[in-house]
């Protein structure tokens, strides 16, 4: 089956550690994306990749980071200066960056205390 | 302002009832719209794009009003499955859409017995 996953799906840390989020799509996706969602607002943009070895900042990139070093893996890590890291993260896909339909993995909710 | 407003409801619908709710953007230059259904805790999925002659996918009507600047979702015949929070997406087109996906924060719909 193809499609998209995250681990893990649930992540606690301390507030202070860098946390590291995976995704994996097996879709042969050129485009990737990472997506913040907090209660009541619509889902934001922190990173994208329109294909291996490139990406671009999203409309929330401060204090996160990502690479994309094989077409398949598109891993965030949210570092210790994002401000308010907790949140439920998605990351999703495209066939490619002009496509806008996107396909969407089961999300990591990540709790910082 | 917010690019996308949804009224976050909850609509509570009877079984076998008609509900509809509407998405409004500030965007005029907006050209693509999609429905997508997020079940809670879960990752969205996409439900259907708008078309401007409107178009229908079963028990589902999507209709776009540019004049007004709003898309609308109605479902006939609500189903216990259909309980869900339905996201409204806008984008402004192009070939670099990756950046100019919009989210609207969601109606919840609750279907009850």
């Not at chain 1, 990737?32 to 009541?40: F, I, S, T, V």
Request: glycine share 8%; hydrophobic share 30%; with cysteine.
């Amino acid at each position: 089956d193809g499609g998209i996953t995250q681990s893990p799906k649930y992540l606690f840390r301390k507030e202070g550690q860098n946390v590291t989020l995976s995704c994996e799509q097996n879709l042969n996706h050129d485009a990737m994306y990472w997506y913040r969602q907090d209660p009541g607002q619509g889902l934001r943009l922190i990173y994208y990749s329109q294909i291996v070895n490139d990406f671009q900042k999203g409309d929330i990139a401060e204090g996160y980071s990502v690479s994309r070093e094989k077409k398949e893996s598109f891993p965030l890590t949210v570092t210790s200066a994002q401000k308010n890291p907790t949140a439920f993260y998605l990351c999703a896909s495209s066939r490619t960056s002009g496509d806008e339909t996107r396909y969407f993995g089961p999300g990591t909710r990540l709790t910082v205390t | 302002r917010k690019e996308v407003e949804q009224d976050p409801g909850p609509f509570n619908v009877p079984e076998g009832a008609t509900v509809a709710f509407n998405c409004t953007y500030s965007n005029s230059a907006s050209q693509s719209f999609f429905w997508y259904r997020q079940d809670c805790r879960k990752e969205p999925k996409l439900l259907m794009s708008v078309y401007s002659s409107g178009n229908e996918d079963g028990r589902f009507t999507a209709q776009l009003n540019r004049a007004s600047q709003y898309i609308s979702l109605l479902i006939r015949d609500s189903k216990l499955s259909d309980s869900a929070t339905y996201l409204c997406v806008v984008s402004s087109g192009g070939t670099d859409s990756w950046g100019k996906l919009q989210f609207g924060a969601g109606t919840q719909v609750v279907v009850t017995p």
